[in-house]
């Protein structure tokens, strides 16, 4: 009987996360002119009603979903979806009390289903983080608790910022280097992803860390915000982790391969997606870009099956990550030729804008290179 | 109150979960004794195992709660006096454990796991912890739920005295703190505790009261050295960890006293500092800058000698429980990689001078308008739909061995996830190709049990469910897409859109999905005509209607019942769909509802009479048209009368309209007259000379 309850009442609070993120999702995607948001909030009201006595507490704790002091588990994608979203949205805590109105519930979709940056305070819902020493006053607390933008703030030092280990005199790359490990060691796991790429080929780290910088600077003067510098980067440096499923022998090859070698090479970019798909907190523009950045902007390129009859559309990510992919390996000198100058890689470049390369994208790196301080 | 029950009087489900207890606790005991093939502990597994599967015949699934040592099964409290069920409900209760349901299909695994749990004692790990551990022995049917001490309290008659009774180490560290007490016996057993926990103590403590020099002794007794122990590496992490868990007001003051006591002995410093990662040092660094803590100089002169240490000093790279990320920011192998001489065969200096020339670049942020068009890209539902896209493409490429097999239920699953999303979002397009996909794959690999298994989900009730669920709520919007899907599912997905047909409340979605069904045709029938016979009046209004657009000469043979039914809205769309189908019995049943003469229906059914040309009710019509009026309403009720004649075109009419045209009333003049504008309309344009034959022509083809 008790079991019954509780099974009924876990039920009804899923039946509420569903209802709330097939809203969110909806109104990510349509936008909340969307015909359907009306009805979609509507649910979501209702099924708040259900499960509303007093007020409702939201919380995630160490990546579990508490709700209302009970923690919902194995409760499927959308409960994984709420999470992120709310960690995304850096906000860890949502109160909603009793009377709320539908037009809140409206708000608080359009809120989470936006960059979630300076959420606004609604009359019965409040965005908050958790302190666990500070839970017994938020209880009582009338002040809204706005996630802190510490987090954000550190990953925009990580990157802009000079190192602590700029003293020990390693040149070029170093301080981002550093930086990115900095930032890397933010992510669970990350560096073991990167490791086996590190000792596999030297080269690949060096050209993988070339290709973040790049890629973080494109996005940057595009004016993207930190977070998605911050997958750029990540994205950049893993984009060609598929080459560890690669022989040894083709990635070394000091020449040019062969059509089978070229033939088992231009799987890596499967490999990649595949291998980067099962890890978690990772970016999840991170397998897009492994399998993406070895297409071209029209279509061209590879991997090119596609089930569909068309080619997959590369994302914008991937076509940055594809030119700084580009100008890195043409500028870095490898046994079998010599670095090419930056002036023929931005002509070549521009050359095949509209083919290989977005013309716009183009435009900015050409402005980059050419704008940079004492170029 | 409470609800005791004698044993036996229990159910017998309780009572089988009782005798499993004493099993279960036998084995618990001999799984912490002998080890997992000893054949004792294989004999009370089996026992215990044994009444579970008897349990399991009776229900799917049972839970026993807990409160302090009593066992709660089924609200029924067990002997409270029973050692057995007192041993047993104290060892759960010391694991946090609030409850624990054995769930069908459990399996000895399991329970043996359940068993090492328990044998565990987790102390004074918070649920989150306790849950981490849980976590780890991937119950599938085994539920635990821990206890939450914020909102969980036992009253009893003691309970005055339980909850002033404070624990031993409890009473040790606020004795420290308090600068009372310090014995070598107490330190020991206080430097066994989790940093967290005792950092969790300390929190409690009012500030106020703690004492300048207390802060020193919970440092010192916490990483005491003695001529056995020396202070190590791991000691300082312990400590930085135990700082990082203290309230914010709190950090400050023991992180001085923690650097006091490294900075005290340099020789042990250097080593300590040597023997930490360096990703340790720097959150120590980071620690000492955000408290705004002053590091004494001997320590210093130690960090700085750090900044010039030899790469080859450090430790290897170890892959596995290793300092990884240390291998990557200091093995020789990056710091020779990032050496300008080894640097430079892949980089030149050029290409370097340029990356730090852009990097000290500002960027401006000028291209938002272009980027605009972008941001859709950057929405987690659309990298989703990418990833779906790459991954069936991934699943597809068998012949590539992308996938090896062992790993295809992963990606099985990450598909299900994904496509439930589609659904959620409406992308119908999306999702009936990942299924076709998914079948294709299911037929060249019929050895795939996970791709057969999804398919089958693809066509579960579950799924169809959802995806009915979906269309409700935003197929209106994807209608092109939405019919796609259905005609797909065909017969399958129509009961659960005739469910959803019942209980949807929107007139627009109702619409909507009587579109979707009637686009089934002929397909829709039997299930139309199985709910024809629902007691609910607008289940029959709704498969009426249905049944209007693709209703058959055998279905209208049934609908003609319905002409009588009780509800007026349902006789009427009986009536229409008859008449619809040119079915005779619709033409008799017309007549009969004019011929009642009762107010709306009978408006309704004149229209009906005009809009499907039902010569058979003109009679009653000029019946209507010729009757004297009481008052204007009448006249109103005349007006659709003529309309439908003129619908009609029957010649029979045209001597009664006439007849209306050249007389004239004295009351109600108004509406009399606007009557007679009426005739003389509908007279112009469907009785004139100039379209007689064609009114004629008219006539006879009805």
């Known amino acids: 009987m008790i079991q019954e309850v509780i099974e009924e009442a876990i039920d009804d609070i899923k039946q509420f996360i569903t209802s709330l993120m097939v809203a969110i999702s909806n109104c990510s995607l349509y936008t909340k002119e969307h015909e359907a948001f009306d009805m979609l909030a509507k649910r979501v009201h209702l099924n708040l009603d259900k499960i509303l006595m007093n007020k409702l507490d939201i919380m995630i704790l160490d990546n579990e979903l508490v709700i209302n002091r009970t923690p919902i588990r194995d409760s499927g994608i959308h409960c994984k979806n709420l999470i992120n979203r709310l960690k995304k949205n850096r906000i860890s805590r949502i109160y909603i009390d009793k009377g709320v109105s539908i037009q809140e519930i409206k708000q608080m979709i359009i809120e ?4 979630g940056r300076g959420l606004k305070k609604l009359p019965h819902i409040r965005f908050g983080s958790v302190d666990i020493n500070m839970v017994a006053s938020m209880q009582n607390s009338d002040e809204v608790l706005h996630p802190a933008p510490k987090d954000l703030e550190k990953v925009k030092d990580i990157i802009q910022s000079a190192s602590p280990f700029k003293k ?63 997958q750029i980067g990540i994205a950049g440096l893993l984009h060609d982790v598929g080459k560890m499923f690669v022989s040894k022998e083709i990635v070394d090859k000091k020449g040019k391969l062969t059509e089978a070698e070229f033939a088992e090479m231009q799987n890596h970019p499967l490999h990649g997606a595949r291998y980067l798909l099962k890890i978690d907190r990772l970016p999840r523009i991170a397998p897009v870009v492994a399998y993406e950045h070895h297409m071209n902007y029209d279509g061209s390129g ?50 095949c804008e509209g083919k290989y390369f977005n013309p716009f994208l183009i435009d900015n790196f050409i402005k980059i290179m050419e704008t940079s301080p004492q170029n | 109150m409470e609800n005791f029950i004698k044993k036996d009087d229990l159910p017998l489900d309780t009572r089988l979960l009782s005798e ?32 579970l599967l008897k349990l399991f015949e009776l229900r799917d699934e049972i839970t026993i709660a807990v409160a302090k040592n009593t066992l709660i099964i089924d609200g029924n409290y067990l002997d409270k006096l029973n050692p057995v069920y007192m041993d047993f409900a104290s060892c759960l209760s010391k694991n946090s454990i609030a ?234 192998e990056i710091t020779d990689l990032l050496k300008e001489a080894d640097f430079t065969s892949f980089v030149s200096e050029a290409y370097q001078q340029q990356i730090l020339k852009i990097l000290s670049c500002d960027a401006k942020n000028d291209k938002i308008e272009w980027l605009n068009n972008f941001d859709h890209e950057w929405k987690d539902e659309n990298i989703e739909v990418v990833l779906h896209q790459i991954t069936l493409e ?22 299900k996830g994904q496509t439930t999303q589609l659904v959620d979002i409406g992308q119908y397009n999306k999702v009936l190709h990942t299924i076709k996909i998914m079948e294709s794959i299911s037929k060249k690999n019929s050895e795939l049990a996970e791709v057969e298994e999804i398919v089958n989900y693809f066509h579960s009730k579950e799924f169809i469910s959802s995806l009915v669920d979906s269309l409700r709520l935003v197929g209106k919007g994807l209608r092109e897409d939405a019919f796609i899907i259905c005609d797909y599912y065909g017969e399958r997905i129509i009961p659960a859109l005739m469910e959803a047909l019942i209980d949807e409340e929107s007139q627009s979605v109702r619409r909507f999905i009587l579109r979707l069904l009637t686009s089934f045709k002929e397909k829709v029938l039997p299930e139309t005509l199985k709910r024809l016979d629902d007691e609910r009046w607008f289940v029959k209004r709704n498969m009426l209607y249905i049944l209007f657009y693709c209703g058959d000469k055998e279905a209208l043979t049934k609908v003609r019942s319905y002409c009588d039914d009780e509800h007026a809205k349902v006789r009427l769309e009986a009536i229409k769909c008859l008449l619809n189908g040119g079915d005779k019995h619709g033409s008799y049943a017309l007549k009969k509802v004019i011929d009642t003469r009762s107010g709306e229906l009978v408006k309704q059914a004149i229209n009906l009479a005009g ?92």
């Open chain 1, 302 to 351: 590879y991997p090119r099956h596609s089930l569909n009859g068309k080619p997959q559309k590369q994302q914008l990510y991937s076509q940055i990550v594809a030119i700084s992919d580009f100008f890195d390996a043409l500028r870095s000198n490898r046994p079998y030729r010599k670095e090419v100058d930056t002036k023929e890689i931005l002509a070549l470049m521009k050359k």
């Open chain 2, 394 to 415: 991934l699943m597809s490429l068998n012949e590539a061995e992308i996938i090896p097999k062992d790993e295809y239920s992963y990606y099985i699953n990450a598909l």
């Open chain 2, 611 to 702: 809009a499907y040309r039902v010569r058979e009710v003109v009679p009653d019509l000029i019946r209507i048209l010729k009757s004297k009026e009481l008052s204007s309403k009448d006249y109103e009720d005349k007006i659709l009368v003529v309309r439908a004649l003129g619908q009609i075109k029957d010649p029979r009419a045209v001597e009664a309209l006439k007849a209306i045209l050249s007389s004239r009333k004295i009351l109600f003049k108004s509406a009399f007259n606007k009557l007679k504008e009426e005739i003389r309309v509908i007279y112009e344009y469907n009785f004139s000379e100039e379209n007689k034959e064609q009114s004629e022509v008219m006539v006879k083809v009805k």
């Open chain 1, 112 to 115: 989470l289903a936006g960059s």
């Open chain 2, 99 to 332: 409850s624990l349901s054995f769930i069908r299909g459990l399996t000895k695994e399991e329970l043996y796991s359940l068993h090492k749990f328990l044998r565990g004692n987790i102390g004074d790990l918070s649920s989150e912890h306790v849950q981490d551990l849980l976590n780890e022995y991937k119950f599938i049917h085994l539920k635990v739920a821990l206890i939450d001490y914020s909102v969980f309290s036992f009253i009893d008659e003691n309970s005055d005295q339980a909850a002033t009774e404070t624990p031993l180490w409890e009473k040790y560290i606020y004795g420290l703190l308090e600068g009372k007490l310090a014995n070598e016996k107490s330190s020991e057993f206080m430097q066994s505790m989790a940093p967290e926990s005792l950092a969790s103590i300390i929190n409690k403590y009012d500030i106020e009261q703690i004492k300048d020099e207390s802060y020193d002794h919970v440092i010192t007794s916490y990483v005491k050295s003695s001529r056995e122990r020396v202070f190590s590496g791991s000691d300082l992490k312990k400590l930085l960890d135990f700082v990082d868990a203290l309230r914010p007001e709190l950090k400050s003051q023991f992180l001085s006293s923690s650097i006091r006591t490294i900075s005290d002995n340099t020789d042990m410093a250097a080593r300590v500092l040597k023997e930490m990662s360096i990703d340790d040092v720097i959150n120590l660094l980071q620690l000492i800058n955000d408290q705004l803590i002053v590091i004494p100089e001997a320590l210093r002169n130690i960090l700085r000698k750090f900044a010039k240490i030899e790469y080859n000093v450090m430790p290897s790279a170890k892959f596995e429980g290793g300092p990884v990320e240390d291998d990557i920011l200091l093995s020789p």
């Open chain 2, 20 to 51: 499993a207890i004493y099993e279960f606790n036998i084995s618990r005991h001999n799984v912490s004794i002998y080890p997992r093939n000893h054949p004792i502990v294989e004999e009370s597994l089996n026992k215990a195992y044994s009444f």
């Open chain 1, 168 to 230: 020990l005199n390693v040149i070029g790359l170093e301080e981002v280097v550093v930086n990115f490990i900095y930032t890397f060691k933010k992510e669970a796991g990350i560096l073991k992803l990167l490791c086996p790429v590190k000792t596999y080929d030297e080269y690949t780290y060096t050209h993988a860390t070339n290709v973040a910088v790049l890629s973080v600077f494109q996005a940057q003067s595009l004016g993207l915000g930190d977070e998605i510098l911050h």
